[in-house]
């Protein structure tokens, strides 16, 4: 089976995004296509909400919008054509939730083989525990 090739633009990302990340982060898109980076000529555009949490159109709308993130935000889908966030509010068919935790463990080439836990046998109830609470601050740009 041959790979299609698509070209993708992308806007308003994190520094250091490069659209050879998403077939890492999405394993099962180089099943069926090739990402090929275009700025000029993209037959897709790839957006998110940096910086200041903006969303991006494209100059034409001919040219569909999937909307990515990992941040907080619910997608706006009058502003894109498809999403993926890990918003479980979104009922939108043309929405996918992607944890961005799963994203990052697939971006790492790891698989859920992998985890630890795999691999060990489990204790009695209550023999271990683990308890990881983060926070990370941000203000929306006006």
Request: glycine share 6%.
């Amino acid at each position: 089976m041959s790979q299609r090739r698509i070209t993708v633009a992308h806007h308003t990302f994190w520094d250091g995004f490069h659209i050879e990340d998403m077939e890492r982060r999405f394993p099962m898109l180089s099943r069926k296509y090739t990402l090929v980076p275009d700025q000029e000529r993209p037959q897709l555009v790839m957006v998110s909400v940096f910086p200041g949490n903006r969303f991006y159109a494209p100059p034409t709308r001919d040219i569909p919008t999937v909307f990515l993130t990992g941040e907080d935000v619910a997608p706006d889908m009058t502003a894109c054509d498809f999403a993926i966030s890990f918003s479980r509010t979104v009922t939108d068919p043309r929405h996918r939730r992607g944890p961005n935790g799963v994203q990052r463990f697939h971006a790492a080439g790891l698989s859920p083989r992998d985890l630890p836990i795999a691999h060990q046998k489990r204790g009695e109830p209550g023999a271990r525990f683990c308890s990881v609470i983060h926070r990370n601050p941000a203000t929306a740009a006006a």
